[in-house]
């Protein structure tokens, strides 16, 4: 069984710019997460999504922060305009419904300078 | 609101040391508990999941235990390896969304 999909797994950028996540759950999953990770600290929810309608998106900073799960199945996180403090490990997991076990890609690595 | 608590947040143990990592968890109304483990710039993998009924699970060398009413959990490793070396992350839902500690950073020295 396929795990969790992420792409891309590093990126870099400079204040100011904007920059895209993409995740693929484990299909049959209806449950996505998008969890931020700043070094050191656990991982802390920023939006939650069952099948493709939003549970939980209230410590998503909605300013510069937007993420969508169009069809259901994959999601994009976007940040514009990125700022340094942005920097972190942006992690998606999946679970067949919420509260379930939940499976973590490799996250994406976003270092904003 | 639930808050989840891991000490110590960092641990050294020579090879082959048992070891055991604590969570901690404010509303014992819980109906599962899962622990990850993370290793340098990766993302977490998962490695037991206690349901609420359950009092404890294991994997090879690895035993988790719940205590709800006490709001408690422990992750025992058996013979620690160099290879254990990593970040152990545990979390609960909250209603569903889950919410983690700060995790344990593991070395253990050959």
């Known amino acids: 069984e396929a795990g969790v999909a992420q792409s891309p797994r590093y990126k870099i950028i400079e204040k100011r710019q904007s920059v895209a996540f993409w995740c693929n759950p484990i299909s049959g999953h209806a449950t996505l997460y998008w969890y931020q990770q700043i070094l050191g600290q656990g991982p802390k929810l920023l939006i939650q999504?069952?099948?493709?309608?939003?549970?939980?998106d209230s410590q998503l900073p909605k300013d510069r922060f937007s993420a969508e799960r169009l069809k259901g199945v994959d999601s994009t996180l976007k940040i514009q305009p990125a700022k340094l403090e942005d920097s972190a490990v942006y992690l998606c997991a999946s679970s067949i419904t919420g509260g379930t076990e939940a499976f973590f890609g490799q996250g994406t690595r976003l270092t904003v300078v | 609101k639930q808050e989840v608590t891991q000490i110590p947040a960092a641990l050294s143990v020579p090879e082959g040391e048992n070891l055991v990592l604590n969570c901690s968890f404010t509303?014992?109304?819980?109906?599962?508990l899962q622990w990850f483990r993370q290793d340098p710039g990766k993302g977490l993998t998962s490695l037991l999941l206690?349901?609420?009924?359950?009092r404890e699970q294991t994997s090879g060398r690895l035993n988790a235990s719940l205590d709800k009413s006490s709001g408690r959990s422990t992750l025992y490793i058996a013979a620690s390896q160099p290879g254990d070396s990593a970040t152990y992350l545990c979390a609960v839902p909250s209603p569903s969304k889950l919410i983690f500690g700060q995790g344990t950073t593991l070395q253990v020295k050959p």
């Open positions: 999504f069952q099948n493709n309608g939003v549970v939980d």
């Open positions: 206690i349901q609420s009924s359950q």
């Open positions: 509303d014992s109304a819980i109906y599962n």
